[in-house]
């Protein structure tokens, strides 16, 4: 069994009920248990793209499959929840990041972790300081302080009840 920290978002549709219908399902998944999670957070869409704006939250998870047979559960739930292939930083009624895999580094063409783009991501910082205000996604600095050093222009999160 290993833990890891995802982060789930959705723009289009009922947002919660397609965040709280993926955690749902991660439960289904082999040997998946939802450890925690965060509280919801209203975020706008990365780079100020004209889109509806993001509902996002973090888990801590755990599994009973390897970081790319999860990777592959994941693109599974993104797709039953009805997205489709397009645009890299389009609209979706569901996004599932792995952002860390019991603290493995790997990089390959299909996933890498941590999360490469973690850090820098107010979206991601926030609801992971909920859960895991140790978590070290660039090896050195803990979420909650790599969201502090965020300029306020970009850690415009709100959290939601």
Known sequence: MSECLLALGSNLGRRRANLLRA????????????????????????????????????????TSLSPMGLLVELKRLEAKAGRRPGRRRGSRPLDIDMLDFAGRRLRNPWLALPHPQAARRAFVLAPVRDIRPDWRPDGRRSAARLLQKLRPSEREVRALP
């Open 23 to 62: 955690l749902r399902r991660l439960e289904g998944l082999p040997g998946g248990r939802v450890l925690a999670r965060s509280r919801f957070y209203d975020t706008a869409p990365e780079g100020g793209a004209r889109q509806p704006r993001y509902l996002n939250l973090a888990a801590r998870y755990r």
